[in-house]
């Protein structure tokens, strides 16, 4: 039992430095450990991709995940590419019926060259096809200064969303999402090649009259 819960400590160790990117002392703080032991976790992953000397007398690899186990990480994280490694060990023991470290999973997912980077949210209702039409218009037009950009944002229950996933090396990670807003703040800025020229905050979201409002009284005089 004593081994077991020294293994998940430095489990969360490799969690808190990989995942959450907290430093060696921030670390030690927390799992209150020293940071000795930490620097020592952390050199043992980055060398065997394990929390323990797997050529240490008594011990061993941890499991191995076969064919099944690993299409299956790959089809979770297509649906759902931000989810930490201890997120998929506990689908993995719920689903597939296997336990195995997260440093083994993180050792597969390199191997997969799944990379953690930030992701891109898409809406769920997006329409690629005419996304692409409206690419291949704007194309045609090559002098910058024609451009003034205008985008509502703004701070709801969105924005907590996770904003780190993992998908293939040279890929961008999407993850698709229908967007449900709670209270809002906005914000409508109008951006051309000098900078931005006009700008308004509104409580809530930004709808029609808001933005005609917008372009007569405050963007048309500064064009």
Known sequence: MVRAV????????????????????????????????????????????SVINPFASGRGWQAILDEGDILYIEAILEANPGLYLDEIQAKLQSVREIDVSVATISRTLTRLELTRKTTTRAAAQRDEELREVWEV????YTDPELFVFLDESGVDQSTAKRTQGRSRLGTRCV??????????VSVLPALSCDGIIAAEIFEGTVNRDKFLTFLREQLVSEM
Do not use: C, P, W
């Open 137 to 140: 218009n704007m194309a045609e």
């Open 6 to 49: 020294a293994e998940q400590i430095k489990e969360n160790i490799v969690l808190d430095y990989y995942e959450e990117h907290m430093t060696v002392r921030e670390i030690a703080a927390k799992q209150r450990v020293s940071i000795g032991l930490v620097s020592k976790v952390l050199q043992l992953y980055g060398m065997y991709g």
């Open 175 to 184: 993850r698709r999402a229908t967007f449900v807003r709670g209270e809002r």
